[in-house]
């Protein structure tokens, strides 16, 4: 019946107060630089200021305005009263007759264990602090086993199989009512709710397995590995974190111009780890076991059950046909990859999966001149906040607002909080922008709803609350943030997930903003993204930083034509990893290895050379 609970963050946020329009989040209102024809907003000034130790001033609170989240103990506290509130509502629910009530004594069981859970799914990635990190870990696995509980709890089940049951009742329910309930009992289909006692138990103890091999998979794949810093030549070296003997390697530094580079980090970053390939198979076959046990031929048949797709067949069609009417083009995009390596390094001309990458943007930029640096200046961070704020207001009546947060409410100093504020409707929300690079951050762009908004029983509405996580640079004392266009269509995307947050202001949590079907889960954010190609829309805020000069029309609409070289190749990979991604999860036992799968969809869906990750082949020879 929780199905979304962990999978995207949600949390309370008590105390969180909304400051008159014009406070400046408590950063400086003059920015360092001198500003020529242009005049920031609040909003702009605030994410355009320097970094700079913020005073805190008050009685300290916790982590999003939670009291108790002051110390990581605190998670513990919150568990427990999660905990004791959701056996209150159960037994509420299982004694409540067929009604709407029902529906929302459901709604609050969900509210009750998302806001601990999802918050602390947020936490345990993104806390700097190693404490409050695992303290957070402990709470998901307790809350999400609770979950799991729930969803095979046949006397919950039944009073809401009763109401499904009254045809009479059912009629009377507005179409939002009918629709969660439906989805709720969804919820327990999928999770074996109709299995015998001794089969449900082990349906709840493979969920939890699956919980913490997900988690213990993805903290692996973001680990950086190292190697010997002797093997590498002494001139790439300074292009990685070197700790004693080692040099280590925590991304793929594809867009590196130097060739061995990009080789060198696509071999040892990717260097097979026996631990994760285990953690993988594990994961793969107890997710097979779990969608066999409820009833599934394979995991893919549940995973798409209720989508539009609806059957991994389908979806495999669709995928082997729009690999077969791009090939053509893909291979004609890698043809002018490779005569652009060959040209920049006659040596080693041969097109490998770490070229992609950096060969396209070559391409694109020679073609178009759209040298990223030609483009940074005009979008300062505080430049794309205040066009997204122009925009927001033109289109939806909306405003954003920096606030000053209180001491202990935010997991880092340079973290920004945004009240969203709508002309008529007056608050809607929260955004806490989390936009700066830090030691053990995850280098990855994206959106966690932290509390979801929900009518609640006293007639007052549930603000939403979400964080936006990216990774740009701070800002110097001579440079404010300075945007790619690459980046700023991320924020621009990013954004539009926060105000599906803001706006999707269902009745029920269960459905609230982003946790709506996965097949329109996207629709919003992309849409911000035709925003972000939009002259009419970059003319509004695209300013030099230092003079105010306009972006020209002409850079604009170049940086929109570059976006169709090497577009067929860019889909091909992303077809390459959804049909890898039906594969696995396809089928079982797999006939092959997961790297021999790997290795076989790669070059029939991709093209590009499988290479084994050993740090013995990097410096072979084409």
């Given amino acids: 019946m929780l199905a979304g609970c962990g999978r995207v963050a949600r949390s309370a946020a008590s105390g969180l107060r909304w400051g008159p329009p014009g406070r400046a989040g408590g950063c400086s209102s003059s920015a360092p630089w001198r500003w020529v024809s242009t005049s920031w907003s609040p909003v702009g000034a605030a994410f355009n200021a320097q970094q700079q130790h913020r005073r805190e001033l008050g009685k300290k609170t916790g982590l999003f305005g939670v009291p108790e989240l002051s110390c990581p103990e605190g998670f513990q506290e919150a568990q427990e009263r999660s905990l004791q509130e959701t056996e209150r509502l159960v037994q509420k629910a299982c004694t409540t007759p067929p009604g709407k009530e029902i529906v929302m004594i459901f709604d609050q069981l969900s509210d009750a264990l998302c806001r601990v859970a999802d918050l602390a799914d947020f936490v345990k990635i993104a806390h700097p602090d190693f404490a409050f990190r695992e303290a957070a870990e402990e709470a998901c696995r307790s809350i999400g086993t609770m979950v799991e509980k729930l969803n095979t709890d046949v006397d919950l089940c039944q009073s809401l199989r009763k109401l499904l049951a009254d045809k009479g009742v059912m009629e009377s329910l507005d179409p939002e009512t009918r629709r969660v309930a439906e989805l709720f009992m969804f919820d327990f289909e999928i999770s074996g709710i109709h299995l015998d006692e001794e089969k449900r138990r082990r349906a709840v103890n493979l969920n939890v397995k699956i919980l913490d091999l997900c988690n213990e998979f993805l903290i692996g794949s973001h680990l950086p590995n190292k190697v010997d810093k002797h093997i590498l030549p002494e001139h790439i070296r300074h292009h990685f974190a070197v700790e004693g003997n080692y040099a280590q390697i925590s991304g793929l530094n594809a867009d590196s111009p130097d060739d061995l580079v990009r080789e060198v980090a696509y071999k040892v970053f990717l260097y097979p780890n026996a631990q994760q390939l285990h953690c993988l198979e594990e994961l793969l076959t107890s997710r097979n076991l779990l969608a066999q046990l409820v009833g599934y031929d394979t995991f893919a048949h549940r995973a798409l059950q209720g989508t539009m797709a609806k059957t991994p067949e389908k979806v495999m069609q669709f995928l082997e046909k729009l690999s077969d009417k791009l090939f053509s083009r893909t291979l004609k995009d890698f043809e002018m990859m490779k005569g652009m390596k060959m040209k920049l390094n006659p040596i080693k001309s041969k097109l490998m999966p770490w070229d992609h990458p950096y060969h396209s943007g070559v391409l694109r930029a020679e073609r178009y001149n759209i040298e990223p640096s030609l483009y940074c200046p005009f979008f300062s961070l505080g430049a794309c906040m205040e066009g997204l704020n122009i925009l927001f207001n033109k289109l939806l009546g909306i405003s954003l607002y920096a606030e000053q947060t209180e001491k202990g409410e935010v997991w880092c100093e340079d973290v920004r909080k945004l009240a969203v504020v709508h002309e008529q409707e007056g608050l809607l929300g929260y955004i806490y922008c989390d936009f700066f690079q ?185």
């Fill in 438 to 622: 830090r030691p053990d951050k995850p280098y990855q762009d994206c959106h966690f709803t932290i509390r979801g908004g929900r009518l609640k029983e006293n007639g007052e509405y549930q603000l939403p609350v979400v964080v936006l996580m990216l990774s740009l640079p701070h800002s110097t004392s001579s440079l404010p943030t300075l945007l790619t266009p690459g980046m700023m269509e991320n924020l621009f995307h990013e954004m539009g997930h926060a105000m599906h947050s803001m706006l999707g202001r269902t009745r029920y949590q269960h459905v609230t903003g982003t946790r709506c079907s996965t097949d329109f889960a996207e629709v919003p954010s992309i849409l911000m993204e035709y925003f972000a190609n939009d002259y009419r829309v970059v003319n509004q805020f695209a300013r030099h930083y230092k003079t105010g000069q306009p972006l020209p029309k002409h850079m604009v609409s170049r940086l929109c034509e570059s976006k169709k070289v090497c577009a067929a190749a860019d889909m091909q990979l992303q077809i390459f990893y959804a049909v890898l991604d039906q594969i696995y999860h396809g089928k079982h036992p797999l006939e092959k290895s997961t790297t021999e799968i790997l290795k076989e969809t790669q070059e029939k869906f991709y093209g590009l050379p499988y290479v084994p990750n050993t740090v013995s082949t990097i410096f072979h020879a084409d």
